[in-house]
């Protein structure tokens, strides 16, 4: 039984339909799949941005937007860097089923579509998006037509008959849906697809013309036919009707995406501290003992070799201190007992991973001057106040850096942590020495730019 609607309702719609932005030219149709995989990829590419570091979110929303305006070679493109993403996404991969129906290709369609609906209950939901963004009845005509040749002539697979039903829903054809697939002898996850399908109660009428279904024919090589000879099923004289409910939002235009370009390969400098705290060892740790300190530090980086500059400063505190009488040890909590000390260092670094790295471990040698406070107790009696001096020292460093560099917005936050010792040569005026090193740990923050 032919559907039809008034002629006088069909003119006015076919006035509006011409008015708006005409399709682009659709493929040759013969049937099957109009174009192999490699070649509907060289075909999407060509009309691909040249920005492709967009979200998934962002490749879906302006898929959705070129689909609208009947670009569907640009959408499937967007649906397939989405689904690149998201994998195995049910609500990407119905829209890239979409696109891959209005482009001819039933067979990736009928896939994309099985795979999303048995993996879930609610992705046969996404229907009313695939509804929403038809614009261009004609070729949703064209292309039904096509499929629907492949199921009668026997030539459709078991998922390009689900892919057929999913269609009839989605033009507002419940009943007609599951005629077509309760007449499916399928297993597992096609069963599962077409049992969803068949199910689907719309909210909506039907709101385009399409012909009433084929008689199925299971999907077996045996029974395979050429679509040019054996099949008679075809609509050719379509109506449009126009959708029920509320008329569909306009078109929007595609969201003006503003991504600032990956440049941390070339960002140079890095400005940043460490603040922890040290153990000293050797005979520097017999008479002081270490504070916490503050390094600054400004590195220059052109690739994995670093240099940089620092400096350091540190609060020490008196253990003890030899006495000129008898060299008889006394404890320095009879003086006034808080020191400081501060560092001018040379480092180079060398980093294992490159700068877009998450982890960014670096290995650090240098060369540090050392300048300390002391307290000189020679000549003076046990409870005089001492004389405070400041001796010099120097010595190598050796350090490990774990950075976690984070982009932010043009420059990177560095979090990281650091380990270093550094050995102490130094010796007073009198010739005695306290050589020693300290062990620091300390906590890394810092922006590269």
């Given at each position: ?43 999407a590419a060509s009309t ?151 199910e689907f109660e719309p ?75 040290g153990y000293a060892t ?168």
């Open positions: 039984m032919q559907r039809s609607i008034p002629a006088l309702t069909a003119i006015l719609i076919l006035i509006a339909g011409a008015a708006a932005a005409k399709p682009p030219a659709p493929a040759a149709a013969t049937g099957t799949e109009t174009a192999s995989p490699a070649a509907g990829a060289t075909s691909a941005p040249a920005d492709i570091s967009l979200t998934a979110e962002e490749h879906l929303s302006l898929g959705a937007a070129a689909f609208r305006v009947n670009d569907f070679d640009k959408a499937l493109w967007h649906f397939e860097e989405a689904n690149k993403q998201y994998r195995n996404y049910p609500p990407a991969l119905i829209l890239r089923a979409n696109a891959r129906f209005a482009t001819g290709q039933f067979g990736g369609a009928g896939a994309d579509l099985t795979q999303a609906i048995a993996s879930s209950p609610t992705a046969i939901q996404e229907i009313h998006n695939v509804r929403d963004m038809w614009r261009d009845f004609e070729t949703y005509q064209r292309r039904f037509d096509e499929l629907g040749l492949r199921v009668n002539n026997g030539e459709a697979s078991m998922q390009e008959i689900i892919l057929f039903g999913f269609y009839y829903q989605v033009g507002g054809y419940p009943g007609d849906a599951r005629k077509v697939l309760e007449q499916l002898d399928a297993r597992g996850r096609e069963a599962t697809a077409a049992k969803r399908v068949a909210d909506y009428a039907a709101w385009i013309d399409l012909p009433e279904p084929p008689e199925v024919k299971q999907p077996k090589q045996s029974r395979r036919k050429s679509s040019t000879g054996g099949g008679g099923w075809m609509h050719h004289e379509y109506r449009f009707r126009a959708p029920s409910g509320p008329p569909p939002p306009s078109i929007p235009p595609p969201p003006k995406v503003i991504r600032f370009p990956d440049n941390r390969d070339k960002r140079l400098f890095t400005l940043g501290f460490d603040i922890g705290g050797g005979k520097l740790g017999r008479y002081l003992r270490a504070g916490p300190f503050t390094r600054f530090f400004f590195a220059f980086l052109p690739g994995r070799f670093e240099a940089d500059l620092s400096f350091a400063f540190r609060g020490l505190d008196a253990r003890d201190y030899i006495s000129a009488a008898g060299n008889k040890l006394v404890p320095f909590a009879f003086v006034n007992d808080n020191f400081f000390g501060f560092s001018l260092g040379v480092d180079g670094a060398y980093h294992f991973l490159p700068k877009k790295s998450v982890f960014d471990p670096a290995l650090r040698l240098g060369y540090d001057a050392h300048f300390i406070q002391l307290v000189d107790m020679r000549g003076r009696r046990f409870q005089e106040h001492p004389t405070e001096l400041f001796v010099r020292g120097h010595g190598p460093k050796a350090a490990a850096d774990f950075n976690f560099p984070i982009p932010f917005i043009m420059t990177d936050f560095v979090l990281g942590l650091s380990t270093s010792y550094s050995v102490f040569i130094v010796q007073d005026e009198a010739g005695r020495n306290f050589d020693g090193g300290i062990l620091d740990v300390a906590i890394r923050l810092g922006f590269r730019f």
